[in-house]
Structures are given as C-alpha cells and as structure tokens.
C-alpha cells in the first residue's frame, strides 16, 4: 500500500497538534543564532518552519515539499514568514552552501534514499553550518500509533508489513548517528524529545485517523464500512481512557543534529 500525502489540511488535523509540540522542542534544542538562512527539507504542513520562525529569529526560512497540496497549506500557514517551493529532497532546488541551516522533520524515514537526502541537506549547507532531522520513535515509543497498528494486525495479520513499528527499525539513535556518520557528517549529537499526546476523549483519537492523509490514515482509507467500524471499537477498549474519558499516552522521536 502507498501511502498518500497529497492534501495538507486533513494531515494536519491528524499529526498537526503533535508535530508542532515536537518541533518547538528540536528548535529550542538546535539554539542557533538570530539571522540564519534556514531549510526545511520535507516541510508538509509547515509546523517545523513555523516553529523556525517563531523561536530561532531566521534571516530567511525555505520550505521544500514534494507534494502541491502540501505546499499550499504550509504557505497558508506560514505567509511571509517563509517562501514555500515543491521540490525533491533527492535534488534540492538550491545552489550549493546556499544555507546555513538545513533541517527536516517527521520527514527522513518516509524517503526511499535517505543517505541521498542528507548528501543533498549537506551539499546546500554552509561550511560549519548545521544538519539537524528528527523522526518519530515508531518502534518505541509512539503509543498511539502503536495501538492503533497492534489492533489493525489482531484484525488482520496481513497488515503486519504495514505496521509503522516494523516498517522503521532504523528510527533511533545508533541507526540515525550511523547514517549520519556514513554521510561525511561531524559533531554528531542525538536527543530524545518526548510530548505528550493528551486526547479529550476516543472521538479525538479515532476520527484524525480517517482523513485518508499518511500511513495509518491510508489504511483506514481502504478498508470497508464494517472493518473500519470493527477497528475502532476493538481500538475503544484498547486505548489507555481514564474515567473522564480523556486518553493520555506519550511518543517521543528520536533528533540528531551535526556540522558540515
């Protein structure tokens, strides 16, 4: 199954919320200096840019996204602020040490040649300037996508391959630091950056999931009416609610940050 990633406003509504509370922390973390030109590889809805140009003070902010519909949404969110461009993040529409900055988010496991993406990221950065991703701990700890692939695959043991906790072994630390190091990278560092993903109740935890917009999504996309109803009520007594009907879990991603 492929996934889709064509229309920015229904992935937003699932993954906005979280993606901006992960991407303020990565910010925070690089704290880099006021007046850097900076690239967002892989921009989607625009929360890593925007949490750029709210916290780090930017120069100049470039958003880069394969998908138009993407594009649209994330310079609807971002105005001014950034100048948005659909474009590959194996080919980069930029001139070589054009940046000082480039960064990607949520963004490195999706592609089919990450090493290319980072040699691309490193190519357009300024000598001594900084490449910095971050990726979701899907294999770890990303408990509401990991309960909703663990019941997916109770119900259907085909979905297995599609199980994001499987499908990205390599979103940690050791994995991340390799590529990075095989990347002609230095000063390599890594750090988790833990949210946590509060939902009022299984209304605002199922219905995101049905926008039809990233892998989880997608599936729910092509399953009938009576399997999608299945999946969520087996998910309704699956999830952590508390007595108010509030449902609490945690994800983390996993960040790492170098020099060129």
Not at 69 to 98: M, Y
Not at 175 to 191: P, Y
Not at 217 to 238: A, F, I, Q
């Amino acid at each position: 199954m492929e996934d889709s990633w064509k229309s920015g406003d229904p992935y937003e509504y699932f993954m906005g919320r979280w993606s901006k509370l992960v991407a303020e922390s990565f910010v925070d973390w690089l704290s880099l200096p006021a007046g850097l030109q900076w690239l967002d590889v892989g921009c989607g809805s625009g929360a890593l840019s925007e949490a750029v140009a709210a916290k780090a003070d930017p120069g100049e902010v470039i958003a880069i996204d394969q998908s138009e519909g993407f594009i649209k949404t994330a310079q609807q969110r971002l105005g001014k602020r950034a100048e948005c461009k659909v474009g590959s993040a194996l080919s980069l529409p930029l001139a070589d040490a054009s940046v000082n900055v480039s960064v990607s988010g949520l963004v490195l496991n999706f592609i089919a040649a990450p090493e290319q993406a980072l040699a691309e990221m490193r190519r357009v950065t300024k000598k001594r300037g900084t490449v910095a991703v971050y990726v979701w701990d899907y294999a770890g700890k990303m408990e509401f996508l990991n309960h909703f692939w663990d019941v997916a695959v109770e119900l259907n043991p085909d979905a297995s391959d599609l199980h994001e906790g499987r499908r990205f072994p390599d979103s940690n630390p050791e994995a991340l630091s390799d590529l990075f190091n095989q990347t002609g990278f230095t000063g390599i560092e890594t750090r988790p950056l833990c949210i946590t993903t509060n939902f009022r109740d299984f209304d605002d935890y199922w219905r995101p999931f049905l926008g039809g917009q990233g892998p989880a999504p997608t599936y729910v996309s092509k399953l009938s009416d009576s399997e999608r109803d299945e999946l969520g009520n087996r998910l309704m007594k699956r999830v952590p609610m508390q007595d108010d009907g509030s449902i609490p879990m945690s994800a983390r991603a996993w960040a790492v940050k170098a020099l060129v």
